[in-house]
C-alpha cells in the first residue's frame, strides 16, 4: 500500500467561466400584451481568463442574460453555468463564483465604504481573517474615503466602491453591467486600469456596454445580441475585419474640380477642392495603386491619412440599426 501523502488533489479549472447552451428566457404576458421572447436559444462560451464584451441594442437581452446568471430571473430553458456550476442544480456556488456591478447604484448612504464591504463580505461568508477590505479600498481609490457616508461620495466614487463590493469574496468571474454609465473621462480611465488588473490577475470579466469604445478598448473578444440571439461572437481583431471598407484621405498639391479618371471604379468624394477621399475596399484593392493612379494623373500629395471601419460600423451593421438585420454570425 502506497504511503499517505499530504499532498492536496489539484482542482481542475474550467476550460470556459461561463457556458450557456440553449438558454430562453420567456415573459409570460401581462394584460393585452403577449409573451416576451427575451432570450432565443443563446449559445455561448466566455473562456476562463478572458475580457469578454457583450453588445447589443436597448431590449436586446443583455439584462435578463445577466440577471439570470446571478440569480435573479429564472430560465426558461437550457443550461447556465458558472465556473462550472449550473445555476438552477447549484445555485449557491454559482453565485459564489460571480461578483455582479450592476447599473443601479444600490447602496445604504450612511454606510461608510469600509462598513459596507465588511458587511458584503459577512453575507459571503467570509472571515474576517481573509477579508480584503483595506486591500479593496486601495484598488479603488477610495482609501482617503474610507470612514465617510456612501452619501457624501461622487458618483465616480460611487461606481467604484460597487466593483470593490462585488469583489469581496474574490470570485472568480466579475460581471460589470454599464459601469462607467454617467462617469467622467478621467475616473472612465481609472475604471478601465483597475478593470485591466484584475483581468491580468486571473479574474474572467464579462463587460457590458453602450461606449463602443470602451469594448473595442479593454476587450479580447466581443459577442454582440440582438433581438435576444446572438449575431457575432468573435475575437476582436477577427470582429473587427468583418466591415471590408477603408478610406484614404489626401491632401493635394492644387485644387481639383473633379475626380481623375484615372480613379473610375473608386468611390471619390471632394470635400475641399485640395482635400480628397478615396472609399476601396481592401479584400479586392491596394492604397498604392490609388496612390499610382494619381501620381499617373500628374496629381501631387502632400499628405495622406487612412481611415478604417471601428466597432460602431459593425455592430450597426449587425444589428441593423438595433431592428433590422438577425442573422446568425459566428466565429470559423
Known amino acids: 500500500m502506497a504511503a499517505p501523502t499530504d499532498t492536496p488533489t489539484p482542482v481542475s479549472l474550467p476550460a470556459n467561466a461561463v457556458e450557456l ?57 437550457g443550461t447556465a453555468s458558472i465556473w462550472g456550476h449550473e445555476v438552477s442544480e447549484r445555485p449557491r456556488r454559482a453565485r459564489a463564483s460571480i461578483g455582479v456591478v450592476p447599473q443601479e447604484l444600490n447602496m445604504d448612504p450612511f454606510f461608510t465604504p469600509r462598513e459596507m464591504l465588511e458587511l458584503q463580505a459577512g453575507l459571503y461568508g467570509v472571515p474576517k481573517k481573509e477579508r480584503r477590505t483595506e486591500e479593496l479600498l486601495d484598488a479603488v481609490g477610495l482609501s482617503d474615503k474610507a470612514d465617510a457616508h456612501a452619501r457624501s461620495l461622487s458618483g465616480g466614487m460611487k461606481r467604484r466602491l460597487m466593483v470593490a463590493k462585488a469583489m469581496v469574496h474574490t470570485p472568480p468571474v466579475l460581471i460589470l453591467d454599464e459601469p462607467t454609465a454617467g462617469v467622467d473621462v478621467e475616473l472612465r480611465r481609472q475604471l478601465w486600469d483597475y478593470v485591466r488588473t484584475l483581468n491580468k490577475s486571473g479574474t474572467t470579466v464579462l463587460l457590458t456596454t453602450h461606449y463602443l469604445q470602451e469594448a473595442e478598448e479593454l476587450c479580447d473578444t466581443i459577442a454582440i445580441i440582438n433581438h435576444g440571439q446572438v449575431v457575432a461572437c468573435e475575437p476582436k481583431t477577427t470582429l473587427l475585419r468583418r466591415v471590408d471598407n477603408k478610406a484614404l484621405c489626401l491632401t493635394l498639391e492644387r485644387d481639383l474640380s473633379a475626380a481623375p479618371s484615372s480613379l473610375e471604379g473608386y468611390t471619390v468624394e471632394l470635400p475641399e477642392p485640395r482635400r480628397m477621399v478615396v472609399r476601396y475596399q481592401p479584400s479586392r484593392q491596394r492604397a498604392g495603386a490609388i496612390l499610382s493612379a494619381l501620381a499617373a494623373s500628374g496629381i501631387g500629395i502632400i499628405d495622406v491619412t487612412t481611415e478604417e471601419s471601428d466597432l460602431e460600423d459593425i455592430f450597426l451593421q449587425l444589428t441593423g440599426g438595433a431592428h433590422g438585420n438577425t442573422g446568425v454570425i459566428h466565429a470559423a
Not at 445577466?66 to 426558461?76: E, F, S
Open 21 to 77: 447552451r440553449g438558454l430562453t428566457k420567456i415573459y409570460q404576458p401581462t394584460g393585452k400584451a403577449g409573451p416576451k421572447h427575451a432570450l432565443k436559444g443563446i449559445d455561448l462560451a466566455i473562456p476562463r481568463g478572458s475580457l469578454f464584451g457583450l453588445l447589443g441594442p436597448n431590449g436586446a437581452g443583455k439584462s435578463t442574460m445577466i440577471n439570470i446568471l446571478a440569480g435573479l430571473v429564472n430560465k426558461t430553458g
